[in-house]
């Protein structure tokens, strides 16, 4: 990979990133911290190519943070991922939405949760995608509601 920016040889699986500052957002990022990231970022894609009624998926910064929207439907919440203060990594979502009561309620004890707006992952472990494939997708399908 000599001369190969990382993210370059990640897009081989993940959609490009159409905006070089998340690109550059995620660059910046601490290796195992990013990891993670990625595979959340990777599900987000996936999920919402899967779910009828999403639309397109923007990715920007928010906050510094890469965020993803659905801009054409207007169908989902933003969500966004991050580095929480006491480690690790998180997917966020809006704070006066029901999304994380809601998905902690499925999941009370699978998860460590910030309130009512993050779940946050320790660097190195495995996602479980199938139980986060049902929070993205709800995020995303949040105002079809």
């Known amino acids: 990979m000599s001369g190969t920016k ?18 550059a957002a995620y660059e910046a990022l601490p290796r195992p911290q990013r990891d993670g990231l990625l595979a959340l970022r990777g599900l987000i894609f996936e999920t919402a190519a899967e779910t009828p009624g999403v639309g397109s998926l923007q990715e920007c910064l928010k906050w510094g943070q890469p965020a993803y929207l659905t801009p054409d439907t207007k169908a989902g919440s933003t969500i966004r991922l991050g580095l ?3 480690g690790g990594f998180a997917l966020y979502t809006h704070c006066r939405t ?48």
Request: aromatic fraction near 14%; glycine fraction near 2%; hydrophobic fraction near 45%.
């Open 6 to 23: 990382w993210w370059s040889v990640m897009l081989k699986a993940d959609p490009a990133f159409p905006d070089p500052a998340v690109a």
């Open 84 to 86: 929480p203060k006491q």
């Open 98 to 145: 029901t999304l994380i009561a809601d998905f902690r309620s499925l999941f009370p004890d699978d998860f460590q949760y910030e309130g009512n707006r993050a779940v946050h992952f320790k660097a190195g472990t495995s996602l479980p995608r199938d139980p986060l494939r049902l929070l993205i997708r709800s995020a995303l399908t949040y105002h079809l509601k």
